[in-house]
C-alpha cells in the first residue's frame, strides 16, 4: 500500500467509530486525512473522485461495522 493510502486507512481506523454513526452504510471518500464526501454507491464515489484528485491520493471506503480491511 502507498504511503498516502496508508495514511488515509490509518484516518479510517482512527476515527472508525464517529465514521459509523455518521455514515454508517455508505461509501466516503476520504482525501488529505479527511472525509470529502460520502455515496450511496461505490461507483458514484469513484467518478467523484477521479474528477477531483490524482489517482493514488484517496480512498474510497465503505462504513461497516467490524470491517476495518481495505
Do not use: C, P, W
Not at 22 to 45: C, L, T
Amino acid at each position: 500500500m502507498g504511503e498516502l493510502l496508508n495514511k488515509q486507512h490509518k484516518f479510517y481506523l482512527h476515527n472508525e467509530q464517529a465514521l459509523l454513526e455518521k455514515y454508517k452504510g455508505q461509501f466516503i471518500v476520504i482525501h488529505n486525512e479527511q472525509v470529502a464526501d460520502s455515496f450511496g454507491s461505490e461507483r458514484d464515489a469513484y467518478i467523484y473522485s477521479v474528477k477531483h484528485f490524482q489517482i493514488g491520493t484517496f480512498l474510497i471506503k465503505e462504513v461497516i461495522a467490524g470491517v476495518s480491511k481495505i
